[in-house]
């Protein structure tokens, strides 16, 4: 059956917020207006392929940045518990790993990881590109959100790139197979369509006292940060496999009296050739990872940071599992 959500779809798409739209108009519409009528909280599960713009969209949402961003896929390898709070409703939004085809314990763990999310969520919101063609994962994916009893919401993401009439077939395809609630087109890189988005989560959220402390905005410590950013600097720095065979452990992040933080951290790869290309001629390349880094955390954590950086070896840590567990990954979902 379909969802009956884009009767009018032209208009549905010419009614999408532009960016400069008042957040308040925009919910106001979508979620029905009911800011003190009752309290809402859940959790909201993101999925979809990688490189969709799934933490892209996450940051948007929150209004700052909590989930490392790259042009490479498969960047998110650990949920994100990002937590928005507005006047009677808050969100717990997990950013999950891509849905991929498995080739290591890593990935292994990735793809539990966002199915586990998604079966345990309030709501999940799947998101697709404008562009997107059949896909036999993004197939998987949907057929296994089909035998959930969760609503479900489709975003439809990078609509910047493309013609508004080519969605039309896009939108009824989705529209037709009764799988979501509701369609909203978006543009996470410019926020447009997000505060729709927001709303059409708003309204779906179930009643209940908020799950967070309204000021908390993630539910991982510092150090888990500090090492996303560290990652996601190498991922920006480095080509090819090298930034998928790397990882980050903060070895120490301590608070100094002075005000700022001092951390540790070591970068772990699986061969000396590619330790060799991360620190670079005479450090070079470590000392620009160590820069970049520590600029982002810094703006992250609004204080100074002194940042040491150490590379080295850890053979095969993606099929480690000790390793891993010891990285933090979930026991049970490797």
Known sequence: MPCGCNIDIVSYLNAL???????????????????????????????????????????????QKISIVSRKAQTTRQQVLGILSRDNWQ??????????????????????ASFKAVSGADLVVVMIEARSRHDPELEE????????????????????????????????????????EAIVPVSALHGEGVEELLGEIAGRLPEGPFLYDPEQIA????????????RETIF???????????????????ERAAGKIYIRALIYVE?????????????????????????KIEEFTGVGVFLELWVKVRAKWRKDLPFLQDSGFDRNQL
Do not use: W
């Not at 920006?236 to 301590?254: F, G, I, M, N, Q």
């Open 271 to 295: 061969r000396e050739s590619q330790k060799k290309i991360i620190i670079g001629r005479k450090g070079a390349q470590l000392k620009q990872i160590g820069r970049d880094a520590r600029k």
């Open 141 to 180: 994916l949907l057929k296994r959100l089909g035998g959930l009893d969760v609503p479900r919401l489709l975003v439809i993401n990078k609509v910047d790139l493309v013609e508004k009439e080519s969605l039309l077939p896009l939108i009824q395809r989705f529209d037709n197979s009764g799988i979501f």
């Open 17 to 63: 917020p532009s960016p400069g739209e008042s957040a308040a108009v925009a919910l106001d519409e979508a979620a029905g207006a009911d800011s003190g009528k009752v309290t809402r909280s859940g959790i909201v599960a993101i999925a979809g392929r990688p490189n969709v713009g799934k933490s892209t969209l996450l940051n948007a949402m929150l209004g």
């Open 236 to 254: 920006e720095s480095t080509r090819d496999e090298l930034p998928y065979a790397t990882t980050v452990a903060v070895d120490e992040y301590k």
């Open 219 to 230: 539910s991982q410590p510092m150090r888990f940060f500090a090492a996303e950013l560290i």
């Open 91 to 112: 969100v717990a939004f997990i950013d999950t790993p891509g849905v991929i085809d498995p080739r290591d314990r890593l990935q292994e763990f990735m793809v539990r």
